[in-house]
């Protein structure tokens, strides 16, 4: 029987280089990796050898015949990308065998045409900047620090994953490898502007890697936004984390019902928190003054509002599953769903997404804590008490127009809960010494280079969401890395890079 991929990918791609029948897609190579929801095991053509499974740093692809029950529909997933019958868009990658390569193909790090060594300082530890030191380090003239100004390396793959997805959360090895590179050095608790300032990074090395992601939230315009009650789901991800950043927040839990504006991954992963017995978040990475807190939470639904419908949902075909099979209660009008039914959906991965959603809606209840998928809802307003603090949220409800736009149908309510967490995605902030563009917050580049007035600025580079913007997943970060790393390698060879100006030594001791 097959082997299955059952989660998010991780972007490694070392599965897809490990298979000797090129069954896994899609790879590195074609259109769809850097924004795939996940790998997919094409059924037709596994040979069940179980070198993925071998080659997988987080442990996401099963033997078919291994599958447990909360698994189990990731067979049906993985197989419909690969159907045979399906058409357009549906037909995600070629099923004719001969237009297959027989593996997939390995790109071996060149060798560099010129011999000279190579220092580069990468700006931050999070999974772009630990990917683009991977990249680099595979050349042995290439040495790379890493300046992180937390005391933990990472990122988000330590503060912003749940801290039940264990097997996601297991990509820091991965990183762990990286950093201990011979060739690899890693400043912890180094803020850039206070410990040492970007310029004199820049005179340490020939090239430098800015990778300080988009570290702040988009801000919900809508009245009483920063009212008491009402926090930022990145902030309440850092609580229950231990960011340092976050882990004094004030999280009032003594509430029947909270709301979260916004249905992505990080949505229902608070949702998920929230509603989850706390003796089965015991054994997980969860702060223990977060555990606290929810034990003593009175919290019994938690209400996760969609602007668009269910077509458009930002959360990833395996996160629902995950929250779907994995025991949280989810409960889903039928009516929301309806806009769905008039829709010719191609989309394998949206299809299966909607025909879960429609196996929920047709499910009754659970008794305890319940999730509820609120689809074309709009928050207008937050409704606040006589003290000023959140006890509502206005919500103005949405339909699809001819047009096949969202449009309000005229038609407001108001969902009671004195607990309101925002979670309508991340954006980037102003470097001091760098442009920037605060239209779309992030760095201007040309394929990773800082662009200064549509000028390169030698030898100063950018990745991860500072660069493209916060979208995709941790595996998005190896291809959007791996083409800044091909630029300034690419600059390197064609000595284009400024040299070193400053001692080696000089910048160590001053950061102790």
């Known amino acids: 029987m097959p082997h299955v991929v059952t989660q998010a990918c991780c972007g490694d791609a070392s599965c897809v280089y490990a298979c000797p029948v090129n069954c896994i897609h899609p ?35 099963v033997p078919g015949h291994r599958l447990d029950e909360q698994q189990a529909r990731f067979a049906d997933i993985n197989a419909a990308h690969f159907d045979v019958t399906a058409t357009g868009a549906a037909a995600r990658f070629p ?27 990468i700006i931050g530890s999070g999974p772009s900047a630990m990917y683009a030191a991977d990249d680099l380090l595979r050349h042995p003239q290439v040495t790379v620090t890493i300046y992180e100004r937390l005391r933990r390396p990472f990122g988000l793959a330590r503060y912003g994953v749940a801290p039940d997805h264990l097997a996601t959360r297991s990509v820091m090895r991965l990183f762990d490898d990286i950093a201990g590179h011979p060739r690899c050095d890693i400043r912890l608790g180094v803020r850039i502007g206070r410990d040492v300032t970007l310029d004199e990074v820049r005179a340490r090395h020939q090239a430098v890697i800015w990778a ?11 009245d009483n936004a920063t009212a008491p009650g009402v926090l930022s789901a990145t902030a309440f991800v850092g609580w229950y984390n231990d960011h340092p950043d976050h882990d004094r927040l004030s999280v009032d839990l003594g509430t029947e019902r909270a709301v979260v504006i916004g249905n992505g991954n990080v949505a229902l992963d608070v949702a998920r928190i929230l509603t989850t017995d706390p003796d089965a978040l015991a054994t997980t ?35 629902l599953v995950g929250l779907v099979d994995h025991g949280s209660n989810v409960v889903v009008d039928p009516a929301d769903l309806e806009s769905a ?31 509820r998928l609120a689809f074309h809802r709009s928050p207008a307003a937050i409704r606040v008490d006589e003290s000023g603090r959140a006890d509502g949220v ?105 040299a070193q100006r400053a001692r080696r030594r000089r910048v160590l001791d001053r950061l102790g």
């Open 285 to 319: 990475t969860i702060s223990r003054h977060a555990l606290a807190e929810l034990r003593r939470s009175r919290i019994g639904e938690v209400v996760v509002l969609g602007r668009r419908g269910p077509v458009h949902a930002a959360f990833t075909l395996p996160e």
């Open 394 to 498: 206005v919500v103005d409800r949405t339909r699809v127009g001819e047009s096949g736009a969202m449009e309000p149908t005229g038609i407001t309510e108001t969902i009671d809960a004195s607990l309101v967490l925002t979670s309508i995605g991340y954006r980037g902030v102003a470097v001091p010494g760098l442009p920037f563009d605060d239209t779309r917050g992030v760095i201007p580049h040309d394929a990773g280079r800082v662009l200064d007035d549509e000028t390169a600025i030698p030898g100063l580079y950018v990745t991860g969401w500072i660069k493209r913007g916060p979208s995709g997943f941790i595996g998005t970060n190896k291809t959007d890395s791996a083409e800044t790393v091909a630029s300034l390698l690419t600059d390197f060879e064609g000595g284009l890079l400024p």
């Open 95 to 121: 099923v004719d065998p001969a237009h297959r390569l027989p593996l997939a193909p390995i790109d071996n790090p060149r060798r560099l045409a010129v011999n000279e060594t190579l220092s580069v300082g």
């Open 341 to 371: 039914a008039e829709m010719v959906i191609d989309d394998p991965t949206t299809r299966a997404k909607l025909d879960l959603l429609g196996e929920v809606a047709a499910r009754t209840p659970a008794d305890g804590p319940r999730i």
């Open 27 to 61: 790879t590195p190579e074609e259109p769809g990796f850097g924004t795939s929801e996940m790998l997919y095991i094409d059924p037709s053509t596994c040979v069940d050898c179980g070198a993925c499974v071998s080659a997988c740093p987080v442990g996401a692809i």
């Open 212 to 222: 300080g992601g988009a570290p702040t939230d988009r801000r919900l315009d809508v």
